[in-house]
Nanobody
Framework: QVQLVESGGGSVQAGGSLKLSCTTP????????MAWYRQAPQKDRELVSA???????RYADSVKGRFTISQDKSKNTLYLQMNSLKTEDTAMYFC????????????WGQGTQVTVSS
């Protein structure tokens, strides 16, 4: 059982910043791409940002220029730095790892809540 553990969520005012972390088993970083997703109430889960195991990154248009995905392989940790937060960024944020043959992520964390108030 692969366990991904997110942390760093919380409540912040619009314009503020948060940094999410996701710790993983060490071998995940060696072999797998990873991503951050989010899901707001009554909305579908959406991709926020992804990083492949060669370091290539991509972002949802809604977060480009505000969010930065990164990883520290020495700490087996994935990060999401979120700046200039907006109320519409309010959601449960999940990290995910290892794309399968259907281009779906195989492993998921439990999520960490981010709430942005005006």
């Amino acid at each position: 059982q692969v366990q991904l553990v997110e942390s760093g969520g919380g409540s912040v005012q619009a314009g503020g910043s948060l940094k999410l972390s996701c710790t993983t088993p060490g071998y995940i970083f060696s072999y797998c791409g990873m991503a951050w997703y989010r899901q707001a109430p009554q909305k579908d889960r959406e991709l926020v940002s992804a990083i492949s195991n060669d370091g290539t990154t991509r972002y949802a248009d809604s977060v480009k220029g505000r969010f930065t995905i990164s990883q520290d392989k020495s700490k087996n940790t994935l990060y999401l730095q979120m700046n200039s937060l907006k109320t519409e960024d309010t959601a449960m944020y999940f990290c995910a790892a290892c794309l399968d043959q259907y281009s779906k992520y195989s492993y998921w964390g439990q999520g960490t809540q981010v709430t942005v108030s005006s």
